[in-house]
């Protein structure tokens, strides 16, 4: 009997602005955007599309997080436009 694996994640990249946003973090706004990433990689559909864009925009209201970004065609990469923690 095989393993039980959970869902496949697409690979998760940021792109400049968020990759400069990341670096103004605290260790804990890190850790919390941490936590809704990995959900977006498990589940890209989680963000609600953003009108006659590409880009969708997710918002933990809990963790107080806010992340933008689009998925390939194939859904195997997420691209990290924007975060917000």
Excluded at 4 to 30: D, I, N, W, Y
Excluded at 53 to 80: F, H, N, P, W
């Amino acid at each position: 009997m095989s393993p039980e694996h959970g869902p496949r994640r697409s690979q998760v990249v940021l792109v400049e602005p968020a990759l400069s946003q990341l670096q103004k973090l605290t260790a804990a706004e890190t850790h919390r955007l941490d936590r809704a990433i990995v959900a977006i990689s498990v589940n890209p559909e989680l963000g609600t599309p953003v009108p006659n864009t590409l880009l969708r925009d997710y918002v933990d209201d809990v963790d107080g997080v806010r992340v933008i970004y689009y998925v390939t065609a194939l859904r195997q990469i997420t691209i990290v436009a924007y975060v917000e923690a």
